[in-house]
């Protein structure tokens, strides 16, 4: 079983890795087998967290070295139950998880040095991603200065307009990109997010499918089937609070805002909390723009971002619970405020309703309305 496989079970390979595995799904399913729980965690965290790694515990987050086999079946697994779920925001939300997770391995494999290469986690190169995607001819790299990464790259016009999105903005359109012998430049960050939308594509392929067996896996699924549709409804329909007073935030979103506004890059599991948190709250896409002017974040990364978490259909993502960020190590239980609410929207709520009526929002003493190209503030928020 090649590791690599269970890393990155979209990969064309994991499919063969599957059929090599001398598993049957229904077996596997009727035998509730590891790789069953962890299907079900894949696709649970991927609708409450937007992602798919295993969280510390029952699978732990070393699970892909661990236990490679339930890792890499779980996927196809996770696949019958999103398609059992059979519907669309679960399948947006799923697919985007599996991207944005896949895109965090990869960065932390490009990132990884010799002696880390070395140790019993496999790590792909970026030859062996774009060639995944039949992009390894389409994308070349900037020469770099010697001993450095390249960080700038050039892909062909025709792989370009089939991986950008035009909703990412203007500065995705080709009129405003560097253009020289058919090809465009891209920074090493934006290559990475067509990267991740390539893989979101591939995952959301073929969701919803019919199941082919007599039922069988239909049936011994049921009750987690049942259990992932009561928490997408229950996700589906929460009320933001819609009011921003920044100086009730808790302290986990606080420290991530001003770990940003020092210009440190936050991490996409970071990023993820914070955007998931400042949307659960009732904020437009435009108005976290404007919210995040002065940090780290940038402006078209946050309205992608916020693309996924508060679409028209309101299946906005609740932010990570506390538990979550705690063992993310964003959350450190200041006052012990996991003894206040399960997660920080619950816990800002709980503030909001705790303190006197006159509470000045944000957006009004900003002047932020609808759109952040109208109305940036001046820089910072926190006050
Ligand atoms: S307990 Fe929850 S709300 Fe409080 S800092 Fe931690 S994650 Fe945030």
Redesign the pocket.
């Known amino acids: 079983m090649d590791a690599l496989h269970a890393k990155y079970p979209f990969f064309e390979g994991a499919r063969d890795a599957v059929a090599g595995a001398s598993a049957s799904l229904p077996a596997l399913v009727a035998d509730d087998a590891p790789a069953v729980e962890r299907a079900r965690e894949r696709v649970e965290r991927a609708l409450r967290e937007g992602t798919v790694e295993p969280a510390a515990g029952a699978f732990g987050r070393d699970a892909v070295d661990h236990d490679a086999r339930a890792e890499l079946l779980s996927y196809p697994i996770a696949r019958i139950l999103v398609s059992l779920l059979d519907a669309a925001p679960a399948i947006d939300k799923y697919a985007a998880a599996e991207a944005a997770t896949a895109r965090e391995r990869i960065e932390a494999d490009l990132a990884s040095d010799d002696a880390l290469a070395s140790t019993a986690t496999p790590t792909v190169d970026l030859q062996t991603v774009l060639a995944e995607f039949d992009l390894e001819t389409a994308v070349v790299a900037e020469p770099a200065r010697r001993g450095r990464e390249p960080t700038d790259y050039w892909v062909d016009v025709g792989a370009y307009l089939r991986l950008a999105d035009p909703a990412w903005g203007d500065a995705w359109r080709l009129v405003n990109r560097p253009l020289a012998d058919g090809a465009v430049r891209v920074d090493r960050e934006e290559l990475l997010r067509a990267l991740e939308t390539a893989i979101e594509r591939r995952v959301r392929d073929g969701l919803p499918f019919e199941l082919s067996d007599d039922g069988v896996i239909r049936s011994e699924l049921a009750a987690r089937v049942d259990e992932l549709r009561r928490l997408l409804r229950e996700r589906s329909y929460a009320a933001p609070v819609d009011v921003v007073v920044p100086a009730l935030f ?4 606080q420290n991530l805002i001003e770990k940003a506004e020092r210009d440190v890059h936050l991490s996409a599991t970071e990023s993820f909390a914070l955007m998931a948190f400042l949307v659960g709250i009732g904020m437009s896409p435009d108005e976290v723009v404007a919210f995040c002017a002065a940090t780290s974040l940038d402006a078209e990364g946050i309205r992608y971002q916020t693309a996924y978490l508060a679409d028209d259909r309101g299946t906005q993502y609740p932010p990570p619970t ?1 538990e979550t ?2 063992k993310l190590g ?5 006052d012990d ?2 003894r ?2 399960p ?2 929207l619950g ?1 800002y709520e709980a503030a909001v309703e705790a303190a006197d009526d006159d509470l000045t929002d944000w957006r009004d003493a900003a002047g932020v309305t609808e759109s952040a190209e109208d109305a940036v503030p001046d820089g910072g928020h926190i006050e």
């Not at 964003?330 to 200041?334: A, L, P, R, S, T």
């Open positions: 808790p302290p986990c979103m506390c960020l705690a964003i959350c450190h239980n200041e405020h996991m206040v609410a997660d920080p816990y």
